[in-house]
Structure formats: structure tokens, C-alpha cells
């Protein structure tokens, strides 16, 4: 998503280029964890999106450093979520949700220029799909003026809304057995800052913190 993206100011440099030295602005390329890819190879469930049609994701420009980083690190989160699905078109995006739970919701790429991510998800009337604005470091949905610090406290707060119109995310593949554990974890803990107290290895902390949210 943002892997070509450049920033104002910088003479549009590329922020990753095969052909180009890495630069301080370089975001580290959103990997896949072992894992996640040992997953992929072995889970018979696996969601995989190759039958969808293949769409270009266009590249928009950062304003600031801050951006930058603040999308490069949502981006590699995103990565790890599992329901992230990247250029998927509106589409293909609503046809694979018709047929999920009520509330089933994914995050992709937005189709439209100044925007990085949109939010699509099953709602009572049927699949919808909802921009998610960025402005000011802060993200919110199109429409609605109430702003968060990160896409992932967006989501948690519309999970947890009385509505319920989010309620379970639309993964690529089922959760392993950490993965399932972190996040009930995570549930446990009140705070971000409360994960850095547990009487765990720097080895378990870290990866509670790759992903510390409840969803």
C-alpha cells in the first residue's frame, strides 16, 4: 500500500526502490510472520483472494515525516491482522461478505486518490463500505467527525459500540493458537503500558506488542 509512496518536501523520493539506497524515510516492508506464512501452506481454510480481480493501489503523497511514519507502522500491523486485504476493489470486497456473519468487517486499500484505507463490512442492508479518513495524525470514518490516535482504536471502538456494526473481522486465514493467545491477553490488560509489565520474556513482550489489540 504505502511501499512506493513519497513525501513533500523531499523531492518525491521513493520510499522503497529497488534500484535506489535505502533512505532514514525507508519503511520497512510489511513482512509476513513465520507463522502466518507456515498457515498459509497448511490451513486448509485459508481464505485466498486469487480468484478476485487484481486491481493497481495507487500511491499518495505524505505531507510529513509524521505521516509517514504513522502509516508505515499501521500498514506493517495491518499486515499482521490477517484482515487486511490490500488493492481488493469495492466488488470483490462486498461479494466475499454477503455471504459472512452479520458485522464481518476488512480493511483495504481505497480506490480514491487522497485516501489510504477504506473500511468495508456486512451490514443489515448488505455489504457497505466506508472511507477512512486521514487528517491531522488522527483517523476517522468518513462522515463522522469523532477522530482516533490509530485505525486499530477505530476499530475497537466500533466493535465495542452498542450498534455492533462491526463485530468480527473477515480474516485470510484462522488465528494460531498465539495469535489467539495475544489477543486474549491483550483483552486482559486495561492498557498498552500494562503489556510492558507482565512478568514475561523480552521474547513473549514483543510479541504481544506486535499486535495489541483486542481484535
Known sequence: MVANSTVKGHDKIPLSSSSSPPSSLTPPSPTRTQSEQ??????????????????????????????????????????????????????DAHRMLKDAPLGSFLIRDSRQKDVFFTLSYHAKGGPVSVRIDYKRQKFSLAGNERCFPTLFALLEHYVNSPKKSLRVPYRKWEPTLQELCRRHIVGLCSEKSKIAELPVTHVVQDFLLEFPYKL
Do not use: M
Not at 85 to 90: E, R, T
Open 38 to 91: 507456515h498457515q498459509r501452506q497448511s490451513n486448509p481454510n485459508l481464505r485466498s483472494g486469487s480468484a478476485c480481480s487484481v486491481y493497481l493501489t495507487h500511491f499518495p503523497t505524505f505531507t510529513s515525516k509524521e505521516d509517514c511514519d504513522i502509516i508505515t507502522e499501521t500498514a506493517t500491523k495491518l499486515e499482521r491482522s490477517g484482515f487486511y486485504w490490500g488493492p481488493l476493489g469495492v466488488e
